[in-house]
């Protein structure tokens, strides 16, 4: 810092280019600058705030990371009613919709607006004097709960509203001059609008979930309303939410006569509008644009159910008026999602390695829908099955939740027949046949810490590829060791015997092996090669509540060895980027449980390694700055070798292809990721010209 540039000077340089790369990256999605550089701008800015508190503003782009948890939410009245909308899923009822608008204006000429209808939460943004003051949740459409520290999280909301001259041009279709409709200031905007998560997202926290031991979440819709919902902020911002407006509130101090210029003014003023927003002049223009749009929806990077329809005109919206419930002025055009029709025939239940007991509905027939035949799908929990009143041998409708994850949408109760049953919880665990069972809410657990089914599961996922990796201890083995006796605990996969190996491989059938003495020396050499996996792979195997490889890996990489970590306090963890109190908790609870502690004792006592080598980044950086992706199989490094290289050498390894991704290098066999790469235009590369690029 010059002498001449004091720190308010710097912190107000620093805010305004952070918020200028927000809006190049989330709403304008053409960034200028790589992930690393935009996070030493962070950095600098939180550094200058925590030297100088009383700069500290609530607008400022550091309060985005997600603050303190709350206790509770606060209430807020809205001060425009948030309406419900009726809902149609008929063109003949469309047109009925438009007949009416007709009658009511009496002969006057108007028009109509038609957007996506995301499937997501609706949300409240109040602006004053351009700031944003508080964000609420609909409610009960008068009050609603205040959520401005999660909106907060939100990138493409902006804390501070853009002057329309910062944009080089008009947005497109634009009918009106965005500098002339506002006042010298902003006095009051309250903009609507639907917050969602993209389908890409939701695979990455279902990935996650599953990571940690952890049921996927049923649908992209449900799980952005909880996260809304969230105390903690840091969760919610690490889930990436998104945000599209799709309407308004109160309006004071700007003139706009239209929804048409309203959507031109909020492009301008920065937020991210929907690029599938159009003008009709009649109801054919719109019942065209349903059509269209029935085809284009399957595209989208999220969940659509339908298209709002909406009178243009806000004059005109007025001589509408309302019914008690719903505008006259618009009305949203519903899809029938593909939807089967089958019996709900069985009910079976799965024990996780964390205990939790799963109901899972089986049909009859399976049913095919979205290009599969779907079988089975998760009832997910007890209050879920209250909420549908669901009962055995109901027949039921089945839909895929973003066409991909099958579950059951209700009962078609006026079928229902008079041997329907209940769907009771189990009085006893169906693995271990245990009593001691724990009921939380809509969930069950065995609490019996000897319980195969969760010794199996903590196995399986112990040795899974991206843990300790031994690839020898298959599932039909792991069961005959349970079954034998052989095994009681992940301990003892390192105590195991030649004799005993043997033993089992004999009873597995499904090994392929004839010779099972040499079989069995394979499966041990296994299990001996994954003592040396290190600290990260160990913590990732071990089941941890809400630690998965991601989580393992900042741990392991920031302590290095399992004494330091042992030695760490909650707010320790917690201060790690992208941890979090919540898992910070869960993890210093493990190592520091009898169970936990005794465990990773008898581990390192057998020879595990429990510390993690420090990536060295010294000499070139050929990756410094790039994002890379690996998929499929190589040759010459296997996948943790080629990521350990990557950010050797600079570069950050992540598993998803996005805009942002600096290059993918394909291996034989890459499936989906390459076809993304090449739809977005990402350079690909194969192994051997990653190896150049490293130098070798």
Known sequence: MSKTTTPAMEIEKLRSEIRRHDDLYYVQARPEISDQDYDKLMRRLVELETAHPELLTPDSPSQRVGGAPIEAFTQVTHAVRMMSIDNTYSEAEVRDFDERVKKLLEGRKYSYTCEPKIDGVSLSLRYEDGVLKTAATRGNGTVGDDVTHNAKTIRNIPLVLKKPEARSQKPEGALFDADSALGTQHSVLEVRGE???????????????????????????????????????????????????????????????????????????????????????????????????????????????????????????????????????????????????????????????????????????????????VYRASLHNYDEIARKDLRLHDRVLVEKAGEIIPYVVGAVTEKRPKHAEVIERPKECPSCGSKELEHEGGFTSCRNASCPAQLAERLRYFAGRNQMDINELGE??????????????????????????????????????????????????????????????????????????????????????????????????????DIGEVVAKSLHDFLHSASGAKLLDDLVALGVKADEPRVERTGPQPFAGKTIVVTGTLKALKRDEIKKKIESLGGKSTDSVSKNTSFLVAGDEAGSKLEKAKKLGVEVIDEAEFLRRAGG
């Open 476 to 577: 039909k083995l792991i069961e005959k060791l349970l079954e034998k006796g052989h095994v009681t605990s992940l301990a003892d996969l390192y105590r195991l015997t030649h004799e005993q190996v043997v033993d089992a491989l004999k009873r597995a059938t499904t090994t392929g092996e004839s010779n099972p003495s040499k079989a069995a020396q394979n499966v041990l050499e296994g299990i001996a090669g994954s003592k040396g996996r290190g600290l990260s792979r160990l913590l990732a195997g071990l089941g941890i509540l809400h630690v998965g490889n991601r989580t393992a890996a900042i741990v392991a990489e920031h302590f290095g060895t399992l004494e330091k970590l042992r030695a760490a306090s909650v707010e320790e963890i917690d201060a790690l980027p």
């Open 195 to 373: 917050v969602f998560i993209a389908r890409a997202q939701f695979a990455k926290i279902n990935a996650a979930q599953e990571e940690a031991g952890e049921e996927p979440y049923a649908n992209p819709r449900n799980t952005a309303a909880g996260t809304l919902k969230q105390l903690d902020p840091k969760v919610v911002a690490s889930r990436k939410l998104d945000f599209i407006p799709h309407g308004n509130g109160e309006i004071a101090g700007v003139e706009v006569d239209s929804y048409t210029a309203w959507q031109c003014l909020l492009g301008a003023l920065g937020f991210k509008t929907s690029e599938h927003f159009v003008q009709c002049k009649d109801v054919d223009e719109v019942i065209a644009f349903l059509h269209k749009f029935a085809e284009v929806r399957k595209g989208l990077p999220y969940d659509t159910d339908g298209v709002v329809i909406k009178v243009d005109d806000f004059e005109q919206r007025g001589m509408l008026g309302v019914t008690s419930k719903a505008p006259r002025w618009c009305i949203a055009y519903k899809y029938q999602p593909e939807q089967a029709e089958t019996e709900l025939a069985r009910v079976v239940f799965q024990v996780g390695k964390s205990g939790k007991i799963t109901p899972v509905g089986e049909f009859e027939p399976p049913v095919f829908i979205s290009g599969t035949n």
